[in-house]
């Protein structure tokens, strides 16, 4: 069973900063590309950031130079840093992983089950 597990979410003050964490467990061959999503309420699920193995990013606008995704592969985990935090930021984020169970399937979808962060003061 393939888990990925977020912490790091919270309340923080408008220009703060927070450290997202995910991890992922289990039965894992490879880890292709991760990132992390965010939903806030009454909107679509959007794309935060996203990096791949080989450490490409791709960052939505909202978050160009203020967030930063990052990942080690030996720990299998990604993060999220983000700086100067907004009220509009307030959302569920979940961190997504495309991987393979093993070298004989293809890459499938995994997400974790979010964590909230809420920037009010």
């Known amino acids: 069973q393939v888990q990925l597990v977020e912490s790091g979410g919270g309340l923080v003050q408008p220009g703060g900063s927070l450290r997202l964490s995910c991890a992922a467990s289990?039965?894992?061959?490879?880890?292709?590309?991760m990132g992390w999503y965010r939903q806030a309420p009454g909107k679509q699920r959007e794309l935060v950031a996203a990096i791949t193995r080989g450490g490409s990013t791709n960052y939505a606008d909202a978050v160009k130079g203020r967030f930063t995704v990052s990942r080690d592969n030996a720990k299998r985990t990604v993060y999220l840093q983000m700086n100067s935090l907004k009220p509009e930021d307030t959302a569920v984020y979940y961190c997504?992983?495309?991987?393979?169970?093993?070298?004989?399937?293809?890459?499938?979808?995994?997400w974790g089950q979010g964590t909230q962060v809420t920037v009010s003061s």
């Open positions: 289990g039965i894992i061959f490879s880890i292709n590309d």
């Open positions: 997504n992983a495309a991987l393979q169970r093993s070298r004989w399937t293809s890459s499938d979808d995994y």
